[in-house]
């Protein structure tokens, strides 16, 4: 008994003196633990999986800290070496590869890296509120670094059928030319390009963007100066806009005739409208009509169109010194030739009336009104040329612009672009 006393004294002078340091409490907690579970009754084959398992955990936490790592060095190379920096992006990369080989196969690139990391600078953070300033390099960095031969998109899910993605990318700029049409549908093109990085990419293409600006302005923009790219030149240059019509509304009041016994006289609300409907190769439509909007817009689609009263010709964009953009357009009654020999025949006249030619000639300023860019047309010409066919004698008439000449209103129609005949 004298023993086991002394024996248990001394266990609690040595867990006194051990409670003095507390690393040392931490590290004989840890052993006794230890012990205590290596002396549990236990299978010697469920011990042995279970330190097995134990052991693949752990070299499984490793691998998967030692290959996040190595993603933050590549990422981290690949933004040196856009930067110039040759040298630091060997380095960088030779550290990834010396803890992971094939660290370059394994890289997810859709999914950034954190900005909290060593390779947080790969993207663009210059905004507060971190949104990228240039995209389009970006997606094309993003691309470039995934492999020699990237495709331009991948499906969500798996697919039985095969995918856009395994279309060449020549025949998926020609789709696009599609898309814009001759009709230049570059709203459509813009909504393309939100589908994914791949298709913004093609929606970016310099040439798609040329081919626009040529067909809206011609010879004149050959150079791209003052502007960056062919997309801010069609985006920010003035011209008038083919997926609408403008529309001018003309509105007075004018005295009748005086009644029958002298008591009143009636006043008339007279209202009409004026319509012009531009094409991208440049053709141009003029319409004067009491009739409203609702049913002679959807007839304004083609020029093919089979109202009597409209104007047929062609315009041009003038941009001069200061700035300010004018078009300018001749347009002419539609010939009806069976018509007139009709009224020859029927009617036979000793002495018939000249023939003569009338065209009319207009000329309007470009100007943006509300929200919306190149939405407004001021006039500040109208003529009458009268050409008379047997003198070959033009007699010119310029009409005064009163208040009766309102300004021309853009309104988008959705129909004009909805089918495409023909690519860009």
């Known amino acids: 008994m004298a023993d086991e006393n002394a024996d248990i004294e001394s266990t609690v002078e040595d867990e006194d003196e051990s409670s003095d340091d507390p690393d040392l409490q931490l590290e004989l907690n840890v052993f ?29 936490a490793q691998e998967i800290a030692r290959e996040e790592k190595a993603t933050e060095l590549f990422l981290r190379a690949a933004q040196e070496e856009q930067n110039g920096a040759v040298y630091e992006a060997i380095k960088f990369y030779r550290m990834a590869m010396q803890l992971v080989p094939d660290i370059e196969f ?62 060449p990318r020549e025949i998926l700029m020609y789709i696009f030319r599609w898309v814009v049409s001759s009709d230049l549908d570059m709203r459509a093109l813009e909504q393309l390009s939100l589908v994914c990085r791949g298709f913004y990419i093609c929606a970016r293409d310099p040439e798609i963007w040329r081919l626009a600006c040529l067909r809206v302005w011609g010879r004149k923009c050959t150079k791209l100066v003052p502007f960056t790219s062919w997309r801010e ?14 529309i001018s509304k003309t509105s007075y009041i004018r005295q009748g005739e005086e009644s029958l016994d002298g008591f009143y006289r009636a006043w008339h609300h007279v209202e ?20 409203e909007p609702l049913s002679v817009v959807p007839r304004l689609r083609t020029r093919n169109t089979r109202m009597d009263s409209v104007l047929l010709g062609h315009f041009r964009l003038s941009q001069e010194t200061g700035n300010q953009t004018k078009v300018f357009a001749v347009v002419c009654k539609k010939k009806d030739e069976k018509a007139t020999d009709f009224q020859r025949n029927r009617f036979c006249r000793r002495n018939p009336a000249p023939e003569a030619e009338h065209s009319f000639h ?63």
């Open 32 to 60: 006794r633990a230890q012990w205590m579970s290596e002396l549990k009754p236990s299978s010697g084959a469920s011990g042995t999986s279970n330190r097995l398992l134990q052991a693949k955990g752990l070299r499984k």
């Open 233 to 246: 030149m069609f985006l920010q240059r003035p011209r008038v806009r083919f997926d609408g019509v403008y």
């Open 272 to 291: 009409y409208y004026r319509y012009l409907r531009f094409f991208p190769d440049g053709h141009v439509i003029m319409l004067t009509t009491p009739e």
């Open 106 to 167: 394994k890289i997810n690139y859709s999914r950034p890296p954190d900005a909290d990391r060593g390779g947080g600078n790969y993207m663009e953070d210059s905004d507060a509120d971190g949104e990228i300033e240039d995209l389009l390099a970006y997606f094309e960095q993003q691309l470039s670094v995934e492999g020699s031969f990237p495709k331009i998109c991948t499906p969500e899910v798996e697919m039985t059928q095969v995918h856009i993605s395994a279309l």
């Open 362 to 424: 207009v000329g309007l300023a470009l100007s943006s009104g509300g929200h919306q860019s190149f939405s407004k047309l001021v006039w500040i010409h109208h003529s009458c040329h009268i050409t008379y066919k047997l003198t070959g004698e033009t007699v010119i008439t310029t009409f005064d612009l009163d208040r009766m000449y309102t300004p021309f209103f853009f309104a988008r129609v959705k129909s004009y672009t909805a089918f495409s005949e023909q690519p860009l």
